[in-house]
Nanobody
């Protein structure tokens, strides 16, 4: 049973933008939890991209995403977003959102207890 549902992935050209969404499935909730975005490219380990604490704010783990990616949340919709601008081919990956088991952001996948199925982002000209 999937508790988090990602959407918004797809194809983009270098320099383009995409906005990913992470929504809670019925009966599940995100608004009281740390939510992280991770990505995994073929043949590579899953890496942390960004995290948002329960009350808002942001943490960015992938320095290449700094100043290009923005994480936000709308607790009225129980949804977390990742706005990605100035996309690069190296941003190509499956992007996952996950609900943290701790009260603080971490970049460690093991600190997240529920995961979505992922959404593919492909950046290519």
């Amino acid at each position: 049973q999937v508790q988090l549902v990602e959407s918004g992935g797809g194809m983009a050209q270098p320099g383009g933008s995409l906005r990913l969404s992470c929504a809670a499935a019925p009966g599940f909730t995100l608004d009281s939890y740390v939510i992280g975005w991770f990505r995994q490219a073929p043949g590579q380990e899953r890496e942390a991209v960004s995290c948002i604490p329960r009350g808002g704010g942001h943490v960015y783990y992938n320095t290449s995403g700094e100043n290009r990616f923005t994480i936000s949340r709308d607790n009225t919709k129980d949804t977390v977003y990742l706005q990605m601008n100035l996309l690069k081919p190296e941003d190509t990956a499956v992007y996952y959102c996950a609900r943290g088991r701790r009260g603080v952001c971490t970049g460690t996948p093991g600190d997240y207890s529920y995961w979505g199925q992922g959404t593919q982002v492909t950046v290519s000209s």
